[in-house]
């Protein structure tokens, strides 16, 4: 069973659509991540979550809003984006420590492909 | 900000030859993770290094952390087309932080 499962793998999506992302881990983990790869970048981190709260969004445009019901779910909302937006949208997840400490291993899903046209 | 450097970006060679990906940096970091990722996959971890100078090994990939805990280095031997793919190395400045990745070097090995 993979550790951390993405849905839906492909994603195309017109500029007006409304569509979300979803993460679920199961590995016990309380921190959980979602990072945008795009071909001409590293990885980029956008929204870090940690016991449920957020505790880093590195300056992501409101078009992406995220949502951590629980520590083994995490979801993307996505909404008016704009084709240069379209890349691999990666969740992961890790142990959170005191203190808003992250354990250093985090675990990564297979991604979500999202094409935006 | 920290920043960590990888080459070669690109690297493409024959099956069998030898390879070395270096990952450098000008900061300190406590612990040093080396990722794998497959076309259509996401980074699946190969090997944490944490005291300066530890090697490890992984089959046939050598992992290096620098004495200065700086920099590290993965030496791949008898290269096959499996180990096609992008290599990230990726810092943590302390115990606790989150990680720093580098910009990753794909590596393509052809048979």
């Known amino acids: 069973e993979t550790g951390v499962t993405q849905t839906p793998r492909h994603l195309v999506m017109g500029m007006t659509n409304k569509k979300s992302l979803k993460c679920e881990q199961h590995?016990?983990?309380?921190?959980m991540y979602w990072y945008k790869q795009s071909a001409k970048k590293p990885l980029e981190l956008m929204f870090v979550?940690?016991?449920?709260?957020?505790?880093e969004n590195n300056s992501v445009p409101s078009r992406f809003s995220p949502e951590c019901p629980n520590s083994s779910h995490l979801f993307l909302h996505l909404h008016t984006l704009q084709p240069e937006d379209s890349a691999l949208y990666l969740c992961?997840?890790?142990?959170?420590?005191?203190?808003?400490?992250?354990?250093?291993?985090?675990?990564f899903g297979e991604g979500s492909w999202l094409t935006v046209v | 900000t920290q920043l960590l450097e990888q080459s070669p970006q690109f690297l493409s060679i024959q099956e069998g030859e030898n390879l070395t990906v270096y990952c450098n940096s000008s900061?300190?970091?406590?612990?040093l993770q080396w990722y794998r990722q497959e076309p259509g996959e996401g980074p699946v971890l190969l090997v944490t290094?944490?005291?300066?100078?530890e090697v490890k090994k992984l089959k046939r990939l050598t992992f290096q952390f620098g004495d200065a805990r700086k920099d590290s280095s993965l030496h791949i031997t008898a290269a096959q087309p499996g180990d096609t793919g992008l290599y990230l190395c990726?810092?943590?400045?302390?115990?606790?932080?989150?990680?720093?990745f580098g910009g990753g070097t794909r590596l393509m090995v052809k048979p």
């Open positions: 979550y940690s016991l449920e709260e957020r505790v």
């Open positions: 992961a997840s890790s142990q959170a420590l005191g203190d808003r400490g992250f354990g250093n291993t985090i675990y």
């Open positions: 290094v944490v005291t300066g100078g």
């Open positions: 990726a810092g943590a400045s302390n115990a606790g932080n989150m990680l720093t």
């Open positions: 900061s300190v970091f406590s612990s």
């Open positions: 590995l016990g983990h309380n921190a």
